[in-house]
């Protein structure tokens, strides 16, 4: 039986639904690009410029390390930004977040290196990239809010998933712009200069973003709650309202964090390491861009799916089988054919996570009321992604450095998986969601 709350708020034209998601996927493909691009690098370039007094996996370690640090910020942006989203609205929101982002992605690709001013370029490093997790963890919440409260309960699912489609869409230009730099550029080129490319092309895509999202207008259902007459923060009234919904929500979200990036960052030193597999750079962000692309479809599916089958049906269904592939999925990489790692990716990124990734947004949503939603929902989704994604790389690589195989990951994505799936089934609407 669905668990899809039934719709009370008059549902927007047709035209607008469908102009709103394509700014959701839009926006959060151009802020998704510029978080996803840290990653690349952290995989390829920084341990060898930013740590290059270290021995190769502890370099490899150090750099996921302050990968993970935007994950630590995340739930900080979520607070602000959430405050800011029920106070003065969605749309306003995210365009100070894009730019946000925009201005420390640049900046990163500005960043001298540890030979020319030494331990301050790491220093520098992390700075800038705490600025990206603290505006990425406002944004994430304000797209899926743009998408869902302009979207009919009916079809919720469908429209919200293109907010979680902006994360394989900045896979692609992410590891598009990575590719072609590569392809275009000799390895002391691309380590001299080729990387900065593309963090320095993220002040045109943000411009892009803005301009797209001041277009819009905002959404109904904020305009209905009246957030002038508030009393208090938003931040403080959803942690009174929704304090289990958050934690709950948090749960959900921790393998769908953790297992992404180990399938888009983790995976691509993983692969590389001349101690492992020694594949190429290439081969590693090809079979990403495949598995990505389909993705791309797999979430409106998903969508699809739980607008007819329930939201945590459809979402605990995929964390329940992505925790089995997850014994599947190291094998097939393991293995060094170029087929099978693109089949490995294929089926665990753009099948089985889709199924959780696809109906999150329209879940957790619908899981908190108009007022505080972008705070309740906020706060959720990045409290999950400290515990999930914030170091997911580095303890896997630490795993591996510890147990000598790719079987510690695969249990150790398996439970991530397991409490997401209890989390799901444990997490309800609101009676009061619109």
Request: one cysteine or more; a positive charge.
């Amino acid at each position: 039986m669905s668990d899809i709350p039934t719709a009370t708020a008059t549902p927007p034209t047709r035209r607008r639904i469908a102009k709103v998601a394509f700014a959701s996927w839009a926006g959060a493909s151009i802020e998704w690009y510029d978080f996803f691009i840290y990653g690349t690098a952290a995989a390829l370039v920084f341990p060898k410029l930013f740590f290059p007094a270290q021995e190769p996996l502890t370099a490899t370690l150090l750099s996921f390390a302050t990968f993970g640090v935007a994950f630590v910020a995340r739930p900080f942006g979520g607070a602000l930004f959430g405050h800011i989203g029920d106070t003065i609205g969605r749309r306003k929101t995210l365009v100070i977040a894009l730019a946000g982002m925009g201005a420390a992605t640049t900046l990163i690709g500005l960043l001298p290196t540890y030979v020319a001013i030494g331990s301050a370029a790491p220093i520098l490093l992390v700075v800038l990239r705490l600025i990206q997790g603290i505006t990425v963890g406002g944004q994430q919440g304000g797209v899926i809010l743009l998408a869902t409260e302009n979207s009919p309960a009916s079809r919720r699912g469908f429209y919200g998933s293109f907010a979680s489609a902006g994360a394989p869409g900045g896979v692609l230009l992410a590891n598009g712009a990575f590719l072609l730099v590569l392809a275009t550029t000799s390895d002391e080129a691309f380590l001299s200069w080729g990387w900065r490319v593309p963090f320095l092309a993220s002040a045109v895509l943000i411009a892009i973003a803005v301009t797209i999202q001041l277009r819009l207008e905002e959404t109904s259902e904020f305009r209905a709650a009246k957030p002038g007459e508030r009393r208090r923060s938003p931040v403080v009234e959803a942690i009174h309202r929704h304090p289990r919904q958050i934690l709950l929500a948090a749960g959900c979200y921790l393998a769908i964090n953790l297992t992404y990036y180990l399938f888009i960052t983790f995976v691509v030193a993983y692969g590389t390491n001349p101690a492992i597999l020694g594949l190429s750079q290439s081969t590693l962000l090809t079979a990403i861009l495949i598995a990505s692309a389909v993705e791309l479809f797999g979430l409106p599916a998903a969508g699809l799916l739980s607008d007819r089958f329930g939201r945590r049906q459809v979402f605990a269904t995929g964390a329940l089988l992505l925790g089995v592939f997850s014994f599947a999925f190291w094998p097939l990489v393991d293995s060094g054919s170029f087929v099978l790692i693109i089949v490995a990716l294929v089926i665990g990124l753009g099948v089985v996570h889709s199924l959780m990734y696809g109906p999150q947004g329209a879940l957790f949503s619908e899981a908190f009321s108009t007022e505080v939603r972008y705070s309740a929902l906020s706060l959720g989704i990045q409290l999950g992604s400290v515990i999930g994604g914030a170091f997911a790389p580095f303890i896997a690589t630490a795993l591996l450095k510890g147990f000598g195989s790719s079987v510690a990951i695969a249990v150790y994505m398996a439970i991530a998986c397991l409490i997401s799936a209890a989390c799901t089934i444990a997490l309800r609407p609101t009676s009061t969601t619109s």
